[in-house]
């Protein structure tokens, strides 16, 4: 990230006509029953925290997606995390939420209070700074987040080769958000009349990487900046789209996405990183859904570098993030939510991390 | 070889002897501080404000301040915002081994600087050293005593509804651009930290106004969380109007990028006030007319004593609970 230019065109509605576009919802809406899912953590809770909801028809059902990269990390991944960690006395190098999300043996955090290294960087690049500095310990760097992220990880990686760290090693727990979107569709287990897009993601990918992958389903999707004006009047687009009976791929997010995408972001990952098989929490394993390091960088990599005795165990739970990332239950209908699992005390990810629906729900929605 | 923090430096030996009159002297000298003795000594027979405050941030030095300035003018504000007139500090450094001398003088020399505009001394302090890693480069903590005239308290004055909240100019400033640089994100002059000594516009307001009945400096947790700490304080319902709340555009365009809310992110020089309604205008008037206070606004009001809530009418017309801040502010990565 160098510059905040691009997005210095804000468009911005005023009060009547935002007035105009939900009334236009509603007439469009007037008869029958829809159903539309956000993919994405971030509409998630700007839908959320600008009550959105509340101005919305009542038989038009905004459902939440699998759009938030912590929530969807599996336990497993988690568990065999803190596994390397405690076994091999690696220093964590991670993202923020990620450090609170509960494994079967507790968190980052419990790791931590354990005595161990974690920490929490900004920038991807602080990790080499941090292993540059402590020569004699061993570091793991997770990498966590859709293609919005990986760019500046892949980025990361190549300095790491570059300036001859040694002492850092990398875990790509990276999903890519079109093959889960593909997955969820292919399930059935939901009815979706539209799909809101994510915005920063398509910014990347490009309009066209979503047309490959949806060009089978007569459903229509649209990709949305993340101001309220532009969910609204994205919903309004979609919901014509319903109407009309038309599908594909939309974007009414013209101020930041193109066809192609960044062109540039998508060579970087590229030159280092394969697609891979992953397990995301509540969707198991989608095929072609994750990253790994190429074999010229697999010298950086922890899956191969460091394994565990026993392969890991994971204990269930009674959190029921994975039916909330599929859509399939709403947080409220969660037993715990809100008595025993809050932002403070969260029970799953989906309580922890910002872009996470239970906690936009408790946040933004619990009055 | 450049020089550095060693352990010896917190040992209480000739090294910190050294430390102590070269350095800290040379800086910060003071009658009271330049008698050396186990406590600063003084004189005063008024209503006094003590406080306390540590400091803990990364990057330690940024574009229009470090940590030193934020030490002094952090306690500095706190003092004000309850109306009292900061005298003295006390100045606690815990540093890592290994820290620059040279970057310590820097501190020093930047901590002195504002205690002069400031007209306050540090008149007793402390070092400590802790073992490499133990620390993350440098913490400070100062505390602060301040003498209160009665005009200026203002505890005992009744919130009410119709009372107006008022921010005395851009919120969430300081927490965005600080996360920012960690991000190493190249930014124009304009966006940095609006890390400043309220004690002027303050004190100022509060000798000119009786209707006063609320100051607090919005800090970590932003504006949101300080609203929150009125509504649960004094058991009353406060509305915020977001198309009101002063936004730098610069703040505008990061929090979208790095999805973080600005009324949840650190101030470093805004306050907030609760003002009678009959007085309110004049307060703004007066807000206005002071370098640190021209873009001050009313964001809210005091509704009623039923609930303690703060509620946020957003600029699409919805209504929802404007919830405290909960766990870590974080720069999203979806
Ligand atoms: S409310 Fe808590 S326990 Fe329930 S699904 Fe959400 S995160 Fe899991």
């Known amino acids: 990230m160098s510059n905040l230019s691009y997005i210095k065109n804000l468009t911005k509605l005023g009060p009547e006509e935002i007035q105009v576009i939900v009334q236009k919802i509603h007439d469009l809406a007037k008869d029958g029953e829809y159903v539309i899912m956000e993919f994405c953590g971030t509409h998630t809770r700007e839908i959320s925290r600008y009550g959105i909801r509340s101005i919305l028809p009542k038989n038009l059902e905004l459902k939440s997606g699998p759009g938030c990269p912590v929530c969807v990390t599996a336990d497993e991944d988690i568990d065999y995390l803190i596994g390397i960690a405690e076994k091999y006395d690696l220093g964590v190098i991670t993202f923020g939420d990620l450090v609170n999300v509960p494994g079967s ?263 | 070889m450049q020089d550095i923090i060693l352990m010896a430096h917190g040992s209480g030996g000739d090294a910190m002897r050294n430390l102590i009159e070269k350095d800290f002297i040379k800086y910060l000298s003071n009658p009271i501080l330049n008698e050396l003795l186990d406590s600063g000594v003084f004189e005063l027979s008024e209503r006094l404000a003590l406080t306390t405050d540590s400091y803990v941030i990364s990057p330690i030095f940024f574009k229009n301040g470090d940590i030193g300035r934020l030490s002094v003018f952090g306690t500095l504000n706190d003092l004000c915002v309850v109306g009292a007139k900061p005298l003295f500090l006390s100045l606690s450094f815990i540093i890592e081994e290994g820290f620059p001398v040279a970057d310590l003088r820097r501190i020093l020399a930047s901590i002195s600087q504002a205690c002069n505009e400031s007209g306050v001394k540090v008149i007793t302090g402390d070092t400590k050293v802790v073992e490499k890693n133990k620390a993350d480069k440098i913490f400070i903590n100062t505390a602060g005593i301040g003498v209160i005239e009665k005009h200026r308290d203002w505890r005992n004055r009744k919130i009410e509804p119709n009372d107006l909240i008022i921010v005395t100019g851009g919120i969430g400033e300081h927490g965005l651009y600080i996360m920012l640089e960690r991000l190493g994100v190249q ?62 555009e610069w703040v505008r365009n990061a929090s979208e990028v790095l999805g973080i809310d600005p009324i949840y992110s650190a101030c470093e020089g805004r306050a907030v006030l609760v003002v009678g309604k009959s007085q309110a205008e004049k307060v703004l008037e007066y807000l206005r007319s002071h370098p640190l206070g021209k873009d001050a606004t009313v964001i809210g009001k005091v509704k009623s004593t039923n609930v303690a809530k703060v509620y946020l009418l957003t600029r699409i017309g919805t209504r929802r609970v404007l919830e405290s801040l909960k766990g870590d502010i974080l720069p999203r990565i979806c």
């Open chain 2, 187 to 248: 930014t124009d002059d304009e966006v940095k930290s609006d890390l400043s000594n309220l004690t002027d516009l303050i004190l100022g307001a509060l000798d000119r106004f009786d209707q006063i009945k609320f100051v607090r400096d919005a800090t970590r947790g932003g504006v949101a969380t300080l609203l929150n700490e009125i509504c649960s304080k004094y058991g009353v319902e406060i509305e915020v109007y977001e198309q009101d709340l002063p936004m730098k």
């Open chain 1, 105 to 367: 043996n507790g968190s980052l955090n419990h790791l931590r209070a354990k005595g161990k290294e974690v920490k929490v960087v900004y920038s991807p690049l602080e990790s080499i700074r941090i292993a540059l500095q402590n020569p004699q310990k061993n570091y793991v760097m997770v990498g966590i987040g859709f293609e919005t992220t990986v760019p500046s990880l892949a980025y990361t990686i190549k300095k790491i080769v570059e300036l001859g760290v040694e002492n850092l090693f990398y875990l790509s727990l990276h999903k890519l958000t079109p093959p889960a979107m593909k997955a969820l569709l292919d399930a059935g287990e939901i009815k979706l009349d539209g799909i809101i897009g994510p915005g920063h993601v398509s910014t990347i990918v490009g309009i066209k990487r979503w047309q490959e992958y949806l060009k089978n389903y007569k459903i229509p999707f649209v990709i949305m900046g993340f101001e309220p004006e532009d969910v609204l009047y994205g919903i309004y687009f979609l919901m014509k789209k319903i109407k009309n009976g038309e599908y594909g791929v939309f974007s009414t997010y013209t101020r930041s996405v193109s066809s192609e995408g960044n062109v540039f972001a998508q060579n970087l990952v590229d030159e280092v990183f394969d697609v891979s098989d992953s397990v995301w929490r509540g969707l198991g394993v989608i095929p072609k859904s994750g990253l790994e390091l190429k074999p010229k960088y697999s010298h950086l990599d922890a899956r191969k570098k460091f394994a565990l005795d026993e392969p890991v165990k994971v204990r269930k739970t009674a959190c029921r993030c994975g039916e909330v990332l599929r859509g399939v239950l709403k947080p409220y209908e969660c037993p715990l939510f809100a008595k025993v699992c809050t932002p403070t005390n969260p029970k799953g990810p989906c309580m922890v991390s910002s872009e996470g629906t239970c906690a936009a729900y408790y946040l933004y929605e619990n009055s």
